[in-house]
């Protein structure tokens, strides 16, 4: 397999979100600029927007694991809960 990186843009995202249908998977990916963890409401401001079919979609999951698995094996363990991420900028 033959990469063609020609048209490939670069996105930055920090937050992320799925909805699924029968047919497909769709990941939402923007950023949130709030300077205040604590905030109660804030604003993400969505960029873009893969959608995939299942079989694509467990591709990814897939892939993104192994990926994870060998992150943490090699920096520690990442914490999703926000509450225990705020103030910790390592992960």
Do not use: C
């Not at 990941?27 to 969505?46: H, M, P, R």
């Not at 694991?65 to 920096?75: I, T």
């Amino acid at each position: 397999m033959t990469w063609n990186d020609a048209n490939m843009k670069t996105s930055y995202a920090n937050v992320v979100n799925v909805v699924s249908s029968r047919e497909e998977m769709t990941i939402f990916f923007g950023t949130n600029q709030s300077w205040n963890a604590n905030d109660k409401e804030f604003i993400v401001n969505l960029s873009d927007r893969l959608i995939l079919n299942p079989h694509a979609a467990k591709r990814l999951l897939s892939l993104l694991s192994a990926v994870v698995k060998e992150y943490e094996n090699r920096y520690g363990a990442v914490n999703i809960d926000p509450a225990a991420r705020a103030g910790n900028s390592q992960h």
